[in-house]
């Protein structure tokens, strides 16, 4: 899961097996989320993205699932493979007059051979 | 494709210089950002522009300044560099705000000895 401090939570999985990667996101006004990946030596990239209207979002071989009574996030990676290895994290968007977004500070997934 | 182009991958400078990372986004976007991000910390919003000549403060504007004098460029600048400001800096652009993914560059690694 998300985690406030100096070192990233870490997820290691076999190749092939599936993922789930968590993320509790701060503010129960928050209206829209979004996963980013961020690989070595790249800026983050566009996963997916969520509604606060929705509970579940499917992409292509990801899925995330929103629970608002209990303010988590959760992305589910199917089948993962090498490629997947990355810092994966979740970004919160409230609209307040103006909007904020809220990152959390990332979840690296390592994905075994 | 779309793109946003940082000016330097690798940047080292000595405390006290001025210090220029520049952003260029081909996508017509209104919004653009400046983060840094730390690790365990996740993204933390140091400026953004919503519109040429306009700027607003983020979460950690201190020390810092952008320029934004045509709509594709968006400019960060470091008055005089402190150890404390070493980071990677990521630039995004976004079409709404808040509403759609940030496309983020590949980022700036600076180091301030």
């Known amino acids: 899961g998300e985690s406030v401090g100096l070192h990233l939570p870490t997820l290691s999985v076999q190749e092939g097996d599936n993922s789930i990667i968590n993320c509790a996101y701060s503010?129960?006004?928050?209206?829209?989320f979004i996963w980013y990946k961020q690989e070595s030596g790249k800026g983050p990239q566009f996963i997916i993205d969520?509604?606060?209207?929705?509970d579940k979002r499917q992409g292509q071989r990801v899925t995330v699932l929103l629970n608002k009574t209990v303010k988590h996030l959760s992305l589910q990676i199917a089948a993962t493979q090498p490629g997947d290895s990355a810092v994966y994290f979740c970004a919160e968007i409230l609209n307040t007059g103006g909007f904020k977004t809220i990152f959390g500070a990332g979840t690296r997934l390592f994905v075994k051979a | 494709d779309v793109k946003v182009t940082q000016s330097s991958r690798y940047l080292v400078k000595r405390t006290g210089e001025k210090v220029f990372l520049e952003c260029v986004q081909d996508?017509?976007?209104?919004?653009m950002f400046w983060y840094r991000q730390d690790p365990g910390l996740g993204l933390r919003l140091i400026y953004f522009s919503y519109d040429v000549k306009m700027k607003e403060k983020g979460d950690i504007p201190e020390g810092y300044s952008v320029s934004r004098e045509k709509k594709e460029r968006f400019s960060l600048i470091l008055e005089s560099a402190s150890t404390n400001q070493t980071s990677m800096y990521l630039c995004a652009s976004s079409l709404y705000p808040g509403t759609t993914e940030a496309f983020f560059g590949q980022g700036t690694r600076l180091t301030v000895v």
């Open positions: 996508m017509d976007h209104e919004n």
């Open positions: 969520i509604r606060s209207n929705m």
């Open positions: 503010n129960s006004a928050s209206d829209y």
